[in-house]
């Protein structure tokens, strides 16, 4: 079974800019949680979609956006870029919200540097 | 809030040391808990895991026993070996909610 799919793997944007991220998840995921990882903070967590609906965000200002399709496919957002926005950002998915469903797997990754 | 505190920075072992990277958690649940590895380039890998407690999550030589009463998490290895060299993330998970995660130790062994 295919793992977690990100694109694109690298990007570099200017200050200012938007960028919109993809993820697959594995077939048959439902939850799709997002991840910014950075040097100095480590891993943080964004915001988590289940069945469409956004069920939880991390405290991380408006311009982090995201949504997710009816296939469970997810984008996240980032609008007006700033140089701190230079992360990892990951995505990983989960079966579903049940305990036995919980564990989730991560895809490998945007690199994005903001100039 | 919920908290996990781990060793912090780089272990540098020696190969056929033994290994212990320490993982404590702080939270009034109950929660899952679980090492991640990642490796350069790539994502965090789930490394195990242990629901409950008592629990002892097992993969490639490594354990971590999940610890109530300590409240504790700790990853060990008998033997390691140069392939072990990753970072290694504790993190927690309470019910539906996010996981959180550990600063991440630095496991570097040496030839």
């Known amino acids: 079974k295919a793992g977690v799919t990100q694109t694109p793997r690298y990007l570099i944007k200017t200050r200012g800019q938007q960028v919109t991220l993809s993820c697959s998840p594995i077939s048959g995921h439902r939850s799709v949680s997002w991840y910014q990882q950075t040097p100095g903070q480590g891993l943080q967590f964004l915001f988590e979609y289940f069945s469409e609906t956004q069920r939880n965000k991390g405290n991380f200002p408006g311009r982090f956006s995201g949504r997710q399709f009816s296939n469970s496919r997810s984008e996240m957002n980032v609008s007006t870029l700033e140089l701190g926005d230079s992360a990892l950002y990951l995505c990983?998915?989960?079966?579903?919200?049940?305990?036995?469903?919980?564990?989730?797997?991560f895809g490998p990754g945007t690199r994005l540097l903001v100039l | 809030g919920d908290s996990v505190v781990q060793t912090e920075g780089q272990v540098l072992p020696s190969e056929g040391d033994s290994l212990i990277v320490n993982c404590s958690y702080e939270?009034?649940?109950?929660?899952?808990l679980f090492w991640y590895v990642q490796y350069p380039g790539e994502g965090p890998q789930l490394h195990l895991k242990a629901m409950k407690a008592n629990d002892k999550g097992r993969n490639k030589g490594f354990e971590a026993m999940y610890r109530k009463e300590t409240t504790s998490f700790h990853l060990e290895k008998d033997s390691v070996q140069e392939s072990d060299s990753a970072v290694y993330f504790c993190a927690l998970k309470i019910g539906d909610y996010k996981l959180s995660f550990g600063a991440g130790t630095t496991v570097t062994v040496r030839a």
């Open positions: 990983a998915s989960s079966l579903g919200l049940l305990r036995s469903q919980e564990t989730q797997y």
């Open positions: 939270t009034t649940q109950y929660p899952s």
